[in-house]
C-alpha cells in the first residue's frame, strides 16, 4: 500500500469508527472526549476536512437569547 493510500485507509478508518451524532455518553465520557480532542492537532475538521466545531462568541449567544449580559454577573441583568 502507497504511503498516500494508507493515509487514506487511516482516515476512513478513524471517520467510521467515530462516535455518532445521538450516540449517549456519560459525563465520564464527554469529559474524556473533549479533553482528548483538546490534544489533536487539528480539533476543527475531521480527517476529511468536515468541520467538527462551532465557535459562538458571547454576542452570538446574547442575540440568539436576547439577552444583554455582563460576564461575571447572575444577577441583576
Ligand atoms: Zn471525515
Given at each position: 500500500?502507497?504511503?498516500?493510500?494508507?493515509?487514506?485507509?487511516q482516515v476512513a478508518t478513524a471517520c467510521r469508527s467515530a462516535i455518532r451524532n445521538g450516540?449517549?455518553?456519560?459525563?465520564e465520557q464527554m469529559q474524556t472526549l473533549?479533553?482528548?480532542w483538546q490534544?489533536?492537532?487539528h480539533?476543527?475538521?475531521?480527517p476529511?476536512?468536515?468541520?467538527?466545531?462551532l465557535?459562538?462568541?458571547?454576542?452570538?449567544?446574547a442575540r440568539f437569547f436576547r439577552r444583554h449580559?455582563?460576564?461575571g454577573k447572575s444577577h441583576g441583568i
Amino acid at each position: 500500500m502507497s504511503l498516500g493510500g494508507l493515509q487514506a485507509a487511516q482516515v476512513a478508518t478513524a471517520c467510521r469508527s467515530a462516535i455518532r451524532n445521538g450516540t449517549s455518553l456519560n459525563l465520564e465520557q464527554m469529559q474524556t472526549l473533549l479533553d482528548q480532542w483538546q490534544q489533536t492537532r487539528h480539533p476543527r475538521t475531521c480527517p476529511h476536512g468536515r468541520p467538527i466545531y462551532l465557535s459562538l462568541e458571547e454576542s452570538d449567544l446574547a442575540r440568539f437569547f436576547r439577552r444583554h449580559w455582563v460576564v461575571g454577573k447572575s444577577h441583576g441583568i
